[in-house]
């Protein structure tokens, strides 16, 4: 099978950079990521009082925490074509309409069965936001600027859910419970209608990638944005780099063989890492974190307040995660942070086989949430930017975002059926399904230390000889 690149991403070095403008249109593309966290972990607040107000089973439950995810899986997958085909800005521009529509339906819904559509909408627009702005971030910043400002998207993710976490709370302190189960969970989706619209308005202000502006023949487009970013004297062979990377030495577009097994073991290997970072349970406490808390002897204010730490946890060491990347490397990073993270999850599930929670919980949640923002949190997403050559990145990435998703959905659907399995919870007192992620860790630390290579301070160019990929 053979398909034709359209994605270019080609190191092109910048004269005097208008750092100004690149850090500008990154806050801007970065709302994207924000509205990812926001709009994925708004349903943590709100998944106690929707089940009462619907009267849901558990796995209808599991339903309202995972359909969203099936909406992402569908916009991960035209991500790529649409942003191909219309460009990086309106790629965006459509996530939030998206955003905003899913927002105020979501609110609104007056049964069970259109909250989901409106969720499922949401979804495609995180999965367009989850793929697009971190493209778009890319083409547009100078190489030595790259990892910083994509890294940017992440903290935005992490960011986006610590907000929503505090808008959950603020709005759950403002009526008592059964205010809450009929309208409190009502303005928690409806919040969502800000940011999203801040999102729409701003786009108007930023260009389009001008990397896609060459793809589609409008070089003097492109060259009005390449002012604004850099040296105008290196304007032309900036086009000049961006056109010759969309073909080969025959001036023929790269085309790839997806028969050959080192291009299948590649995406392989960049779709596990995809998977391993969902089904080690990190949207379980992402998703359910007040639910665990209030199960485990929390009250509902507590749990709030306890789900609030685990974001600002979650944001402080992605910002360690950022600055140790670089100098620590990719593998060690994710080996250490899995092993963490098996450690911690273990240790709760051990802590309600016991029934022993007083004290304990909190501290081994924190603990793994703080092992999973350096290490398989933000690596896993500069690994996938990284670790595909030029020719399979566009693809790669959609495939294993793809995965990613579709894991991200199972987790939230088979949780709540697993803590509320009455055989299960017989048995291990709500410790199965922690014991479950505890040892995928261990596996993702043998699958990261042997199949694995390490990307630090390697070019993009040099991932096909990484691979042995060189024709």
């Not at 290997?269 to 379980?284: E, K, R, W, Y």
């Not at 990145?393 to 088979?414: E, H, K, P």
Request: overall charge neutral; glycine content about 10%.
């Amino acid at each position: 099978m053979q398909e034709t690149l359209k994605v270019a991403e080609p190191e092109i070095k910048s004269g005097a950079t208008n750092y100004f403008f690149i850090v500008g249109i990154t806050l801007v593309a970065a709302l994207g990521g924000l509205l990812f966290g926001y709009d994925t972990a708004v349903i943590s607040g709100a998944i106690g009082p929707l089940r009462e107000y619907f009267n849901l089973s558990a796995a209808e439950m599991g339903w309202a925490a995972s359909s969203a995810q099936f909406g992402c899986m569908f916009g991960a997958a035209i991500a790529g074509w649409w942003s191909n085909r219309f460009g990086r800005r309106q790629a965006m521009l459509l996530a939030a309409v998206l955003f905003s529509i899913s927002a105020v339906g979501s609110g609104l819904a007056d049964n069970f069965t259109m909250f989901s559509i409106y969720r499922i909408v949401g979804g495609v627009g995180v999965g367009l936001a989850s793929m697009v702005s971190p493209l778009y971030i890319a083409e547009m910043a100078p190489a030595e600027m790259r990892g910083k400002l994509v890294a940017c998207n992440q903290f935005a993710i992490i960011f986006g859910m610590l907000v929503v976490y505090f808008v959950n709370y603020g709005i759950a302190v403002q009526g008592d419970a059964v205010w809450n189960v009929n309208m409190g969970w009502r303005y928690m989706f409806g919040s969502e209608t800000i940011p999203a619209l801040a999102f729409f308005i701003m786009l108007f202000f930023v260009p389009e990638s001008p990397r896609w502006l060459v793809m589609k023949n409008r070089d003097e487009q492109a060259s009005q944005v390449l002012q604004k970013i850099g040296d105008v004297s290196l304007i032309s062979a900036k086009i000049a780099e961006i056109r010759d990377s969309l073909s080969d030495k025959a001036g023929k577009k790269i085309r790839v063989n997806y028969r050959n097994m080192k291009v299948v073991w590649v995406i392989f290997v960049g779709v596990c890492i995809s998977i391993f970072q969902q089904i080690t349970g990190i949207n379980v406490f992402l998703y359910f974190a007040p639910e665990i808390f209030k199960n485990m002897g929390s009250g509902a204010d507590s749990a709030m307040l306890q789900t609030i730490i685990v974001g600002a946890v979650n944001l402080s060491f992605t910002v360690v995660a950022i600055y140790t990347v670089d100098k620590v490397g990719r593998k060690p990073l994710m080996l250490i942070g899995a092993l963490g993270m098996g450690i911690c999850i273990t240790a709760i599930g051990f802590a309600a086989y016991f029934e022993n929670t007083a004290g304990y919980l909190l501290i081994f949640v924190l603990g793994y949430i703080a092992c999973f923002a350096v290490s398989l949190g933000p690596v896993t997403w500069v690994l996938l930017s990284e670790i595909f050559p030029n020719k399979l990145r566009g693809t790669g990435m959609a495939i294993a975002v793809a995965a990613q998703w579709i894991s991200n959905a199972l987790v939230a659907q088979t949780f709540p059926m697993m803590m509320e399995n009455e055989t299960l919870d017989q048995q291990f007192h709500g410790g199965f399904p922690f014991w479950v992620y505890g040892l995928m860790c261990f596996v993702t630390i043998a699958f990261i230390y042997k199949c694995v290579p390490e990307t630090k301070g390697k070019s993009l160019e040099e991932m096909e000889e990484l691979w042995d990929l060189k024709d």
